[in-house]
Structure formats: structure tokens, C-alpha cells
């Protein structure tokens, strides 16, 4: 097993939180043997550019200035760190939407992973602000780790102890399986991994589709589900997991973020690893995605893995 992160990107805006996210991931980054990259994006207006001037300066000075600045501002958060930390840390700005330019710097400075500093709003303020992490966390070409960095620990000195890793058994949902088990791998002795499946809540089905089947009740249903899914996950720990790694399987039910999360909560968890669909449009907004969810309300780290789309399939 080898460590899966070698370059690190971690977006700034020079914020609180950022600073937190900061001290994590150079702290983690050293731990592991990484490369940090610091990125900043600038989002000038669009009257910026172009043959726009004002009386006093044009788009192109006014961009000029603002790299300038935003350069300087990334140094003087370096400064912050110790000198260990601080060594070989890249710095970069780019101009543009945060989400789209996260996802194209990440792609051509070959990162392994992006960390995203997460805020937990929920309700109308998210709404209205939209959420970047979540765009990014549908469409990094990487797996991407999202947290409230000052409120949680540095892993160890190796990594996280304890991964969960939520699955619903597909061949799609496995995508982080793969990433835990190299990151498991990482730490001496390796870490425990959680593997966690949540049967939904039967009472948020429609109706209908129980009339259709009237010997099937409620315990039935479960006991039958939690059977298969053991099997399941048992067959899939004897053909991925390696023998050193110690994978225990969790099947549980009700709602699948709420009970994902009360688990991590619980357990000694130290990072979550999910896998979202990256799904966008109608379709995701008719999927919905439990990584998202996680990513936004987990009690600690969540790690989100993009899995392939299934053949013929579009985003």
C-alpha cells in the first residue's frame, strides 16, 4: 500500500478559516511527505477586463495590481507557519469563478488532492451564497478533503487511526474504498477502516410500492437487507481489503447522513470517505448526493472520491 497524496491544493481567501485550513493541511502535507500548493482566486467583475478603463486606471492594471496583491497576501500567510512547514509550499492566483478555476488548477498542477475550509451553513444563508465546496467536491478531478479545520485535530503523525467509509455497495460507491485502503496503508499500524452501509428509512417510500407487496414488513425488509448487505460487503472486503488492514462492516438504518454522522461522531472517527456521483443539472438536483451532505455537516474531515459514470451515462 503507498500513500495516494503527493501535491496538495488548498484554496485561500484569506479568511479565519482559511488560516485554520492552512496550519492543517501544511501540518498533514509534512506529516505524509507532501507538496502544499496555495491558491487564491480572484473574482474581478467583468467590466475589469477588456477595453474597459475608468479615469484613473485600466481592466489590465486593475488585474495586474490585484495578482500583485493577492500574491503578497499569500506570502504573509506563509509567514504564520514554522519554517518547516513553510518549506517548498507553491503559491498561485488565479482569476475567475472559485469553483471552476479550484477544479483547472488542481487538473494542471497534477494535484492528488484539494482541502476545502467548509463553513456548515445550512437554510436560507447557503442557499443564497451557493456552496463552492459542493460544486468542486462534483467536479475535482480529484478527491477532495473538506472540513472546519480549526474545530479538529491533525490526524497523526502517520494519518488517521480511524476511516469510515460510506458505501451502498455499487461498484460506483467503491471508488473511495480504494483511496481509504492507501491511506489506511499510510499509517503504522495500519488504520481501522469502518466499512458503513445505512439501510433508508422504509417509511419514506411511497406507498404504493408497498401495496404491491403485503408479506413484506418492516422487519422483514430489514432483516433481509442488513443478510444481503453483510454478504455483500464481506465479498468485497475479501477481494480489495488487504489482509493487514482491519475492516470492520456496520450496517445500519434510517436516514443515511444522520446515521453516518452520529456514527463518526461516536466512534473515534477521523475521517470520513465518501463518493459522490458527480452529478449536475436536474439529475442532481433529483439524486441528491449524501457526499455533499457529509462533506458539509460531518463532525470531522470528510474525504470525497469521484467515481466513474456508469457506461453511457452523461453528467
Not at 91 to 107: D, S, Y
Not at 113 to 131: E, F
Not at 199 to 224: C, K, M, S
Amino acid at each position: 500500500m503507498t500513500n495516494p497524496v503527493h501535491r496538495i491544493l488548498l484554496p485561500s481567501d484569506f479568511s479565519e478559516g482559511s488560516r485554520e485550513a492552512l496550519k492543517f493541511a501544511a501540518t498533514y502535507a509534512h506529516q505524509i511527505g507532501a507538496e502544499l500548493r496555495l491558491l487564491h482566486v480572484i473574482d474581478l467583475p467583468h467590466f475589469a477586463y477588456g477595453d474597459f478603463e475608468t479615469t484613473t486606471v485600466s481592466g489590465e492594471t486593475l488585474h495586474s495590481q490585484s495578482v500583485q496583491q493577492a500574491r503578497r497576501r499569500l506570502r504573509d500567510e506563509l509567514k504564520h507557519l514554522p519554517d518547516v512547514l513553510r518549506q517548498g509550499t507553491e503559491c498561485a492566483v488565479r482569476t475567475g469563478g472559485a469553483a471552476q478555476e479550484i477544479t483547472a488548477e488542481a487538473e494542471s498542477a497534477n494535484c492528488d488532492l484539494i482541502l476545502l475550509a467548509t463553513h456548515g451553513r445550512t437554510g436560507l444563508k447557503r442557499m443564497l451564497m451557493g456552496s463552492v465546496a459542493e460544486r468542486i467536491v462534483r467536479t475535482a478531478p480529484c478527491p477532495v478533503l473538506t472540513g472546519k479545520f480549526g474545530a479538529v485535530p491533525v490526524p497523526g503523525a502517520t494519518g488517521p487511526a480511524r476511516i469510515l467509509v460510506a458505501t451502498d455497495t455499487s461498484e460506483l460507491a467503491l471508488a473511495g474504498l480504494q483511496y481509504a485502503i492507501g491511506l489506511a496503508g499510510v499509517h503504522t499500524p495500519p488504520a481501522e477502516l469502518d466499512l458503513v452501509y445505512v439501510l433508508e428509512d422504509i417509511t419514506t417510500l411511497p406507498a404504493v410500492e408497498w401495496q404491491e407487496f403485503p408479506d413484506i414488513t418492516p422487519e422483514l425488509f430489514y432483516a433481509r437487507g442488513e443478510e444481503r448487505a453483510t454478504a455483500k460487503l464481506r465479498e468485497i472486503i475479501q477481494q480489495q481489503v488487504p489482509d493487514e488492514v482491519n475492516c470492520t462492516i456496520h450496517v445500519l438504518r434510517g436516514d443515511p447522513v444522520t446515521r453516518l454522522i452520529d456514527f463518526a461522531g461516536s466512534n473515534g472517527t477521523e475521517l470520513v470517505v465518501a463518493t459522490t456521483h458527480g452529478w449536475t443539472g436536474l439529475r442532481h438536483v433529483m439524486v441528491g448526493s449524501v457526499a455533499e451532505k457529509l462533506a458539509r455537516l460531518s463532525p470531522c474531515p470528510v474525504l470525497t472520491a469521484k467515481s466513474p459514470l456508469p457506461d453511457g451515462a452523461v453528467a
